[in-house]
């Protein structure tokens, strides 16, 4: 599915935002700022109740057996969970507004915390090749991230016993199991393993987590739900991939949709850049590209701009989770190289993580290597009627790929590791080792 915008909400209506949190206090003033004709009713929530910003908060339990009079909007980084008990009351069909950290500050707190967690063995990465025999397993994720962990688990490891899923939000049946309400501290003494699941993982493992449970284990997969910007008119989808030109690729696509937004690294006005989900078939007729880097030449550069440089989104948490205030390329090798990939920054991510599904095929139609941008993009995008004005904000210094070993006091113990964690990217793409 992909996420409502603004444009997605009729003249002049009445609205009612679920989620009473960041995501739905964002929403309510991006609606009074771009919607002036719409008029917000009050805030809905599973749980809370009181008042907010001057609008009550009025409880699930509280309302109408067949919902409120007027227009749902969810935003909530549980929306899964909120249209499927919408749906089981029989509610009218909301709106759903793309959720997750309501600012970068607080996306790169949480991305720190993680890779801390992780370095100390309290967030596990896990496959259905990791379980033990015969394990009873219940699955953290009502959605079809969920669904889709169970029907691979009954495909590759037969003797498991998957006895329902769970969720934070009410109760239910989902997929033909029960679906049971559990509170994060509870996780710990769930009979058998739970594994969490879900497109919007990162916020349910922090609640295990923060709730004073020893561990939580993850279940590997990475979806085909991405960062993109998408050009409805002219059917095309730009999918980012970080520190390969995607600040300036973003930043030209602003101004060409007209907008004049001065950070290219937050989600662009009205839906334009947006999580979407590639294999969704309103998309199938859409051009979808992407850009890449030779491996070395990104990762280089995300360190000298996320961490040389000073740039307090990243070296303020990760400075207080680690105990840091200066970071050396080994440091920052050492995190790389030693995190999983479902755990690590999309800055650093392998490029093909961020473009392939969890089988290995290619989500997009078209790879055009970052140094043959200049001469390829121009002709792509013009076949679609854009001519961008492709800006260079983010430039670093460049690195040969030939020299990178004995350059920048790369140990000499991380470089076959390097080569073996981005080996993928290096085949993949084109690139010399």
Not at 33 to 52: A, H, P, W
Not at 314 to 339: I, N, Q
Request: with cysteine; glycine share 6%; net charge negative.
């Amino acid at each position: 599915m992909g996420f409502a915008t603004l444009r997605d909400i009729p003249q002049k209506a009445s609205v009612h935002i679920y989620g009473a949190g960041a995501a739905g206090r964002q929403l309510k003033r991006r609606i009074q700022q771009e919607r002036s004709d719409v008029t917000i009713v009050n805030f809905l929530d599973t749980y809370k109740q009181g008042t907010l910003e001057g609008l009550d908060i009025i409880r699930l339990d509280s309302l109408p057996v067949h919902g409120p009079e007027g227009l749902v909007l969810v935003a909530s980084t549980h929306w899964s969970d909120i249209c499927t008990e919408l749906e089981r009351r029989s509610f009218a069909t909301p709106l759903v507004f793309e959720p997750g950290p309501s600012n970068v500050a607080e996306y790169r707190w949480l991305g720190a915390k993680l890779h801390r967690l992780h370095r100390e063995q309290r967030l596990w990465v896990v496959s259905g090749q990791d379980l033990p025999q015969n394990a009873k397993v219940s699955i953290l994720g009502r959605d079809r991230a969920g669904k889709k962990a169970r029907k691979e688990l009954r495909a590759s490891r037969p003797d498991l016993e998957i006895v329902s899923y769970l969720t934070f939000s009410a109760g239910g049946t989902f997929d033909g199991l029960p679906a049971r309400h559990i509170e994060p501290e509870d996780i710990a003494n769930e009979p058998g393993i739970a594994i969490l699941a879900g497109h919007y993982w990162e916020e349910s493992a922090m609640r295990v987590l923060n709730s004073g449970v020893a561990s939580a284990q993850v279940y590997e997969q990475y979806g085909t739900i991405r960062d993109c910007v998408v050009l409805d008119q002219e059917k095309v989808i730009y999918v980012n991939v970080p520190k390969a030109a995607s600040s300036s690729i973003n930043q030209a696509f602003l101004q060409y949709a007209g907008f004049d937004v001065a950070d290219p690294h937050l989600p662009i006005p009205d839906g334009i850049r947006r999580d979407i989900d590639l294999r969704d078939p309103a998309f199938d007729d859409y051009l979808k590209f992407s850009i890449v880097r030779h491996p070395w030449e990104r990762i280089f550069s995300g360190f000298k701009s996320k961490f040389v440089r000073q740039d307090e989104f990243f070296r303020t948490p990760y400075g207080k989770e680690f105990g840091l205030t200066e970071f050396s390329l080994s440091w920052f090798l050492d995190l790389v190289l030693h995190t999983h990939d479902l755990v690590t920054d999309l800055h650093w991510r392998p490029q093909w993580r961020l473009l392939c599904d969890d089988d290995g095929e290619l989500l997009v139609d078209r790879v055009i290597r970052m140094e043959e941008m200049g001469n390829e993009l121009p002709d792509l995008l013009r076949a679609y009627g854009i001519t961008l004005d492709i800006p260079h904000l983010n430039s670093t210094e460049y690195i040969s790929k030939h020299r990178w070993k004995q350059s920048f006091d790369c140990p000499e113990e991380y470089q076959e590791m390097f080569l073996d964690k981005f080996l993928r990217d290096f085949e993949l793409f084109g690139y010399e080792m």
